[in-house]
């Protein structure tokens, strides 16, 4: 299993913080981009390099779960490191050991590697048709199964997922 990147730590940790009400800090190192119906795209400086993240709140949430934390998918650039387009989903509860997640668009079903409370489509496999699809489709959907074996089901609109994924490009050219 692979490690969680840092860098994925730091960007869902500021964007979290922003989200529960860290002004502080998102007046110092964030900059809100725009909102563009059901997402919203920040940009900040972070070990020297600029890095650029869109995110968005499930639409609807199923699962016999009694205890739940926050559920953000995010699309993050970080051209100084060669990172475009990473996909990931901060879940809201430990996955199970060794047990995949899946993203869905339409009729197609993309494998995510999970760990701990997050899960990560594998960078070198299939990060570009998840994106076209995610840019054609109207919602995706998110299943998982948690450490107590409760299965999820999470789906987020892909309303103003374009418009988004275009500005995080602009402002986070490679």
């Excluded at 007046?27 to 400086?45: P, R, Y």
């Excluded at 993203?103 to 048709?129: R, S």
Aim: net charge neutral; hydrophobic share 35%.
């Amino acid at each position: 299993m692979k490690n969680i990147p840092i860098y994925t730590i730091t960007a869902v940790a500021l964007v979290t913080g922003l989200l529960a009400g860290a002004q502080a800090m998102a007046q110092d190192s964030a900059k809100v981009l725009g909102t563009f119906k059901d997402w919203e795209v920040h940009s900040f400086q972070e070990g020297g390099g600029k890095v650029c993240n869109m995110f968005s709140k499930p639409t609807g949430s199923e699962g016999d779960y009694t205890q739940r934390g926050d559920v953000y998918m995010f699309v993050t650039n970080r051209p100084s490191e060669g990172i475009k387009d990473e996909f990931s989903v901060q879940i809201g509860y430990t996955f199970k050991t060794a047990a995949p997640a899946y993203a869905i668009v339409g009729n197609t079903k993309f494998e995510l590697y999970t760990q701990e409370d997050f899960a990560w489509l594998h960078v070198d496999k299939n990060q570009k048709a998840l994106i076209r699809a995610m840019r054609g489709g109207s919602k995706i959907t998110v299943e998982g199964i948690s450490s107590h074996g409760t299965k999820t089901k999470d789906e987020f609109s892909l309303s103003g997922f374009t418009a988004s994924h275009n500005m995080i490009s602009s402002a986070c050219k490679s």
